[in-house]
């Protein structure tokens, strides 16, 4: 454990309500990121962090972290549903959360998450300095890695509906705005 210093407030204490975000989307929310870059002392202690707030009826699109960490998630306010798959592709966690849960997402395994109407706000603890998330949406979604021919095979799809599959794919990001 470091020691206490004079200037341990600066040093142990981050606002990230006050940090820019690093994704933003109309309707949908905010993600912040928090590394050893934002607040050196994460990165003595081997973590990192993230604050999702997502809107009335918004949803985290599904992520993994591709290193191995462990995420400790805690719901600060609103409520919403929260879905757990597991690396054997079994739901491991399908429940209502509401303001002071606490759940904890496994190595490898996939999270989304759902806003009820009120919104959902949840901060999350990762056990790396550096984590690595792998998304199923977006410009870096792993299925955009997949040959046009995997991806058919994989889908059991006809070659029109793996064009239209992967555009879509591509417009999306991983805060999603409640379709209207």
């Known amino acids: ?88 592709g079994e739901r491991a966690l399908d429940t209502k959360v509401k303001a002071g849960h606490l759940f904890v997402v496994p190595r490898f395994f996939v999270a989304s998450a759902i806003a009820d109407g009120e919104g959902m706000e949840y901060f999350s603890m990762i056990t790396t300095t550096q984590p690595v998330f792998g998304e199923f949406t977006g410009k870096t979604s792993v299925w955009g890695a997949l040959s046009p021919q995997v991806l058919q095979a994989s889908l059991n799809v006809a070659p029109e509906f793996e064009q239209l599959f992967r555009a879509k794919i591509k417009k999306s990001t991983i805060l999603v705005p409640p379709q209207n």
């Open 1 to 88: 454990m470091p020691h206490p210093c004079e200037n341990s407030t600066e040093k142990l204490v981050f606002n990230i309500d006050a940090a820019l975000p690093d994704i933003h989307v109309q309707n949908a929310g905010l993600l912040t990121a928090l590394t050893a870059k934002k607040f050196p002392f994460l990165g003595e202690v081997g973590l990192s962090a993230t604050l999702v707030r997502l809107d009335a009826n918004a949803m985290s699109s599904p992520m993994y972290a591709a290193d191995s960490s462990v995420q400790v998630i805690y719901v600060a306010k609103g409520s919403g549903r929260i879905q757990v798959v597991g690396i054997n």
